[in-house]
């Protein structure tokens, strides 16, 4: 179909081409005139060139720019603030509670057996949940700018923390004492 659209196209057009052979020199004149013409933007480019070319600089500047502004944007925001950051007493008084709940988690943790792995488990349950309401408590402080109901709220989080990991040592010395007292054999007479 393409090649009767083609064919009727071909003759159509007979007798309208153009088949003469052009004038002779006519292909030096054609090379002449395209080396005037490339010889012609040679020295348009060189005359551009001359200049300083300020977009690729004005580039730089700009990446540098917005480099800088987004580094100082990201320092800029305020640091969550927490005991430590308020007073040297308030400092000690979080380092004092942090390497007590840490001795106190190595405790429990060498602990650790079949009979005791619920209760574990759930005390550490619960003090994850201490430690995220610490976090908000964190955030809260930095808000509200040192107000002490919140400063008295994140003491009172790190001894809860403290009172159940004492509970929970409690709890596992009764457990191995109840199967200490049901392992030893009954003397009947």
Known sequence: ?????????????????????????????????????DVAS???????????NWKPLLAIAA??????????TINSEPEVMDL?????????????????????????????SPLTEQVITD?????????????NLKTDLTESSEDQRVIYAMISNFQNRIDILNTVLEQIETIKQLKNNNDEPTNTI
Do not use: W
Request: aromatic residues 8%; glycine residues 4%.
């Open 123 to 135: 005390a550490l349950n619960r003090i994850e949940r201490l430690e995220e309401d610490y976090q």
């Open 63 to 72: 990446s540098l720019v917005i480099c800088f502004s987004v580094f100082t």
């Open 42 to 52: 040679i020295d348009i480019d060189s005359k551009k060139s001359s200049g300083i």
């Open 84 to 112: 430590a950051s308020v007073s040297p007493e308030l400092s000690e008084t979080q380092d004092f509670f942090t390497a007590t709940i840490a001795t106190e988690l190595k405790k429990l943790d060498q602990e650790r």
């Open 1 to 37: 179909m393409e090649k009767d659209t083609l064919d009727h196209l071909f003759e159509n057009l007979k007798g309208e081409f153009d088949i003469n052979e052009p004038h002779q020199g006519h292909e030096h004149r054609f090379l002449d005139k395209l080396r005037a013409s």
